[in-house]
């Protein structure tokens, strides 16, 4: 269990945030209130306001939702046909062309998925929402239907794992090479498996190639929106073709080495994954995911607000020196003062202990924002620094108590000051 | 400097030339008396008086939620203090009472909110910044990330938890709070301390806070 005394210090921090960020109007609202009511309103058990009423009414709703769901009977798993006769598919059994020809898996809600000769697929289950799919080898070309936000599919192949909420997309597994290739039409998935745990956004357009060894992403190797270029992409309406034309995957299933027509920058597709999780404050994780597509790549190309996500992931993950990198890149690139500096004598102080570095960023800080928001903060953290040094520490003092004789490190800048 | 609350008579003569004694903060008799015979000054000094504390505790214990009127809040407190101020014998004791009401409002807070967020499907980990500058965003970090473990918490954890940590109470007036034996309240609080910390633990930011402070030595 913690340290009782550090619990204490956090609760005194959170206090004081508490305090800072009182809202001013809440104790004059509830006293005009309060002295509003008369005699007979003045012991009032129990009130049916308009909101109790409107939320006994939304408990009930719930509870009949309840009932009703456990009662009523739920909804089907979804159904399939396979080939062009249409057999009934069944759930856990193979779906594999016999000849050189294409064979389609037609499902209920609309979704068709075209498995090219030489590939080898299982519907491992079904359900109302979608379906699980196991590629065992081969390309299959999928178009996924959206029905909502409920929908949901996944995509197996080996050890990867693709999300797919609707969308179009051709997928190919090689088991020799333990290879696994996505080429995305439209709309997006999330893959994850051995090389990217924490999944991977693959957008239209784009096309990803990984292995258990090898990642490599594209861009620009897929038609964006359209599945008229050359990509075989069945649609709920049209009749397949029967030879499906080269799927924008990679000639062979054994390379991994595309031809490099448009190669994508590093790092521009993990962007949407670093910044979820980032936003999510899953900070360790962003911070993984950044660091997979190189996060000097990805400082590179953030524009100035995702530079400051970056030094935040990074600071937060225990990185100060990329967390530095990115508030430097800031301040080089996008002339980001102020805060930045504030953070860099932070990061300095707290976490690369170096004093003499902190006392440098603060005094930029005082200089670029002498009036800003942080800045007795910054004048109460340059005392801190300087106390070891009567004669400096003396000077910070006058300053700190001339600006801030009320302020937090008031005391700490008079005993200094008295010395 | 004692705060100076009108007498009971005062609104009858209000300018008739005499010094009159006033009833100040140590007179809490004359406050409770004052209610008791419905004088209308004394709704006025019991709200003055105490609602600073109330609205301290219902802050601290509640966090900032946008779905929150803290105003509202307040007042159901002072509500409910009208409503049962007659089980009051010990005038002194009022304060405390009074912070026991606020608590158990926050209780009941808490529990309606997550019953609310369940009928509505509302993301409850959704904590909303502190829209403030000046306050260092690491503490503003460690503020938002405090609230999202206390959200998870049962609510009379959550409760004897911040009373304690927060509102800095001892052991004593917590078992006056929350209306509870002593022992009741250690046990509570020692299972709170252990949720909190084992929660903590997980959390990459708090982690830092409780392992060395706030901030690295210099």
Known sequence: MADLKRLSELGRVIADVSD???????????????LSL??????PQYRFSAKRIALAASFALACGALITAWVWPTSPAISF?????????????WVAPTNESPLDVRFSEGSIVNVSPGGRLRITETHSDG????????????????????????????????????TTFSARWNPETETFELAMIEGSVIVSGPRIPAGRAVVAGEQLIVSTQHMELRA???????????????????????ATPAVTLSPAATSTTLPSANPVEPGAPIEATWKTLARAGKHKEAMAAAEANGFSAEI?????????????????????????EALIAARKRYKTKGATAFLLGKISADQLRSPGDAALWFETYLKEEPGGPLAEQALGRLLEIRKRDPGAARIVAERYLARYPMGAHAALARSLVEK | MPRVTPSPDSEQAPSSGVVRTLPTVRDEEALVAGLR?????????????????????LRRILGYEAHTDMAD??????????????????????RGWIQSIAAHTAYRTIRSRRVRRWLRFWEPSQIPEVAIVGIDPDVREAYRRTYQLLDRMPAEERVVFVLRYVEGMDLGQLAETCRVSLSTVKRRLARAEGRFSRAAERDEVLRTWLKEGGRWPT
């Open chain 2, 37 to 57: 015979s419905g004088q209308a000054w004394a709704r006025g000094a019991l709200f003055d008086r105490y609602a600073p504390d109330v609205e301290r505790i």
């Open chain 1, 300 to 324: 590179a190309k953030a524009s100035p607000g995702e530079l400051l996500t970056l030094a935040d992931v990074a600071r937060f993950s225990g990185k100060p020196a990329a967390a530095k």
């Open chain 1, 131 to 166: 379906a699980d799919l196991l590629i065992e080898r081969g390309t299959i070309n999928a178009h996924v239907s959206h029905k909502g936000e409920s929908t949901h599919w996944r995509l197996r192949a080996g050890p990867f794992e693709v999300r797919v909420t609707g």
């Open chain 2, 73 to 94: 809040l307040v007042h159901d407190t002072f509500v409910q203090v009208l409503a049962s101020f007659q089980h009051i014998r010990d005038a002194g004791a009022l």
């Open chain 1, 38 to 43: 008369t005699t007979e309103d003045k012991a």
């Open chain 1, 220 to 242: 620009g190797t897929t038609p964006a929106s359209s599945a008229s270029a050359n990509v075989a992409v069945p649609t709920p309406t049209e009749v397949l073709p029967v």
């Open chain 1, 81 to 93: 046909e396979v080939g062009e006769h249409r057999s009934k598919g069944s759930v856990g059994q």
């Open chain 1, 20 to 34: 800072a960020t009182r809202d001013l109007s809440t104790l004059p609202n509830a006293r005009r209130r309060f």
